[in-house]
C-alpha cells in the first residue's frame, strides 16, 4: 500500500514561512490528483490547496494569496510553501489525493502560528 509522509511543519510566529514537504505518491495518485489538507483542533478536516493531473491549482478562500502549492515529479514530492502565516492556520497539516478515501492519511506535520 501507498505511505505519505510530511515533514516541514514547526513553530513560527505570525507572519513567518514554512514550507511543507510531502513524498511517497505513487504512480496511481496522479490521475486524482494531489492536495493538503489540515484539520485545526476542534475543526472538520478540510482541503487547503490542491493541484490537478494537468496542473491547475485551487485553494481555499482562507489561503488565497498566501499558499502556494507544487510538485516535482522526478522527486515525487508535493510542496506546500505558506507565507504571511496567522494563528488560524495552526493546524496538523497532511497530504493525499484530491479522492481521499481512496488512500490512507500519513501522519501529517504539526504547524502552529503563535507569538
Known amino acids: 500500500q501507498v505511505q505519505l509522509v510530511e515533514s516541514g511543519g514547526g513553530l513560527v510566529q505570525p507572519g513567518g514561512s514554512l514550507r511543507l514537504s510531502c513524498v511517497g505518491f505513487?504512480?496511481?495518485?496522479?490521475?486524482?490528483?494531489q492536495g493538503w489538507y489540515r484539520q485545526a483542533p476542534g475543526k472538520q478536516r478540510e482541503l487547503v490547496a490542491g493541484?490537478?493531473?494537468?496542473?491547475?491549482?485551487n485553494y481555499a478562500d482562507s489561503v488565497k494569496g498566501r499558499f502556494t502549492i507544487s510538485r516535482d515529479n522526478t522527486k515525487n514530492t508535493v510542496y506546500l510553501q505558506m507565507n504571511s502565516l496567522k494563528p488560524e492556520d495552526t493546524a496538523v497539516y497532511y497530504c493525499?489525493?484530491?479522492?481521499?478515501?481512496?488512500?490512507?492519511w500519513g501522519q501529517g506535520t504539526q504547524v502552529t502560528v503563535s507569538s
Open positions: 493541484i490537478a493531473y494537468g496542473g491547475s491549482t
Open positions: 505513487a504512480s496511481v495518485f496522479k490521475i486524482y490528483g
Open positions: 493525499n489525493s484530491l479522492q481521499p478515501a481512496r488512500f490512507p
